[in-house]
């Protein structure tokens, strides 16, 4: 099975900066290769939005309104997408989420592993 575990999460003051990482590996085998990732955030009373999102060989694309402020990157021998935010707001409270597809080796043979999502990392921006 595949497990994400997000983490950096925390208290930041408007202004701020916070990184966000997301560990993509096997519980038995090991990560093949991952290929398109997301980060999404789910405020209170809110549905869940996404943030950010980076293909293979593609272009990052990101929500309009966090354009200049969040920026996806990843770590392929690391298997690990980092989501950079600065200039922190007080609306970008949220629990944050990273969500991957991508392929794993059992042991036996590589398998497709599709939309798995991380438990989700807690961000509040308050002074």
């Known amino acids: 099975q595949v497990q994400l575990v997000e983490s950096g999460g925390g208290l930041a003051q408007p202004g701020g900066s916070l990184r966000l990482s997301c560990v993509v590996s096997?519980?038995?085998?090991?990560?093949?290769?991952?290929?398109?990732v997301g980060w999404y955030r789910q405020a209170p009373g809110k549905e869940r939005e996404l943030v950010a999102s980076?293909?293979?060989?593609?272009?990052?694309n990101y929500a309009d309104s966090l354009k200049g402020r969040f920026t996806i990157s990843r770590d392929n021998p690391k298997n690990t997408v980092y989501l950079r935010m600065s200039s922190l707001e007080p609306e970008d409270t949220a629990v944050y989420y990273c969500?991957?597809?991508?392929?794993?080796?059992?042991?036996?043979?590589?398998?497709?592993?599709?939309?798995?999502w991380g438990q989700g990392t807690q961000v509040t921006v308050s002074s």
């Open positions: 969500r991957t597809n991508g392929l794993y080796f059992d042991g036996y043979s590589v398998r497709k592993f599709v939309d798995f």
């Open positions: 096997a519980t038995s085998g090991r990560i093949t290769s991952i290929d398109d």
């Open positions: 980076d293909t293979m060989g593609g272009s990052p």
